[in-house]
């Protein structure tokens, strides 16, 4: 399947909104999307705006995603990546990571890094960050509050130009002195 990647473009507003609400999106902060907070997200410039843009995923003439990419005045700007539930796990979130990745790295040379969270349990997407050269460099704890209520720890990657260029990841030195097996100061059990 060839897939492309095509800027979204504010006379698009009716398709976003349309593609957003016509789904669920179990690992989003927002599962099920009304379409008024589609409107105003769209309004406010969330995927056509200053420092923001937004891409289709597409094969043929069928829409298999979006990206979306935030803080693209930053060194170290963030994305978020939909994937139509019919096209979920068939390698297009992966297909789609390498290609913004590629694409932040080589046309933005002021990027240094590219950052992404997801849940702790969204688990095909954690493989993909691996799987992309990701490398994990965060665990928040209970960070990730869903509409239901319910809490979930959030994980963050990232990927460094310089190990992009190289074709290389390198962890974070996880044990870097950080004073564990000591006692907190003041905290008593």
């Known amino acids: ?5 095509r800027r979204f473009v504010p006379s698009e507003a009716d398709d ?3 593609f957003l609400t016509g789904d669920t999106w179990p690992f989003h902060g927002t599962a099920v999307v009304d379409p008024d907070q589609a409107r105003q997200w769209v309004a406010d410039g969330r995927y056509a705006g200053d420092g923001n843009r937004a891409f289709w995923i597409t094969a043929g003439d069928v ?4 990206v ?15 994937i139509g ?10 297909r789609a990571l390498t290609w913004l990745t590629g694409h932040l790295l080589t046309d ?3 990027i240094r890094r590219i950052e992404g969270t997801t849940r702790q349990d969204n688990v095909a997407m954690r493989r993909t960050f691996r799987r992309c050269g990701y490398v994990k460099e965060a665990h928040y704890r209970d960070g ?7 809490v979930h720890d959030a ?8 190990d992009w260029l190289a074709g290389t990841t390198t962890d974070p030195d996880w044990n870097d002195g950080d004073g564990r097996g000591r006692p907190r100061a003041g905290l008593s059990r």
């Open 68 to 82: 979306r990419l935030m803080d693209l005045g930053d060194e170290t700007p963030v994305f978020g990546l939909r």
């Open 85 to 94: 539930s019919p096209y979920r796990g068939l390698g297009i979130g992966a």
């Open 1 to 5: 399947m060839e897939i492309t990647y």
């Open 155 to 162: 994980v963050g990657y990232a990927i460094l130009r310089r």
């Open 108 to 110: 933005f040379p002021r």
């Open 63 to 66: 829409t298999l995603g979006l």
């Open 144 to 150: 990730w509050p869903a509409a239901d209520g319910a």
């Open 16 to 18: 976003l909104v349309a």
